[in-house]
């Protein structure tokens, strides 16, 4: 079964943790320094925040994935769906090891396809983000998970 996941970059990890502990009713699963997640089954989704990025706000969005079945299904769709996609098979990030692939909407928002396969003791070493700026032009390889997201102009509209 798949599992939402969201990535948020945030400033203050401590009040961040302490915000969406409240919010979830639960305290994380994995909590470091640097990151904290909250695997949900209500809603199911994976919830991530870090400071790792340069601009807080939304990084990415992904599907987590239970088998290579299901990532196969899943990044098949990605691919499908006419934009160009990254393939990543031994990456390394948020403290854990997986297989993934990455797009771009036509907005720019990254998304990603994994199936984690281990745990890591670092937050991240991947040498292969450099090639995500080929998804968005909002990309950034500074990043160990995923293109970071340039803010939008604020329009007087919703």
């Keep these: 079964m798949k599992r939402l996941h969201v990535h948020v970059a945030v400033e203050d990890m401590t009040k961040s943790v302490s915000f969406y502990s409240t919010l979830f009713g639960a305290e994380p699963t994995v909590l470091k320094d640097d990151y904290a997640k909250w695997m949900l089954d209500d809603p199911r989704v994976n919830f991530a925040i870090s400071n790792h990025m340069a601009v807080p706000g939304l990084d990415h969005l992904g599907i987590q994935t239970e088998s290579g079945e299901e ?4 990044a098949g769709r990605l691919k499908a769906a006419g934009e160009t996609t990254r393939d990543q098979e031994s990456a390394t990030c948020c403290y854990a090891k997986s297989t993934k692939a990455w797009i771009a909407d036509p907005q720019g928002v990254a998304w990603e396809a994994f ?37 939008k102009a ?5």
Excluded: F, I, Q
């Design 71 to 74: 990532l196969a299904e899943v």
């Design 115 to 151: 199936l984690t396969t281990g745990d890591a003791t670092v937050y991240g070493d991947d040498t292969t983000v450099a090639a995500l700026s080929a998804l968005s032009a909002n990309a950034a390889p500074t990043n160990c998970c995923a293109p970071a997201l340039a803010p």
């Design 154 to 158: 604020k329009s007087s509209c919703c």
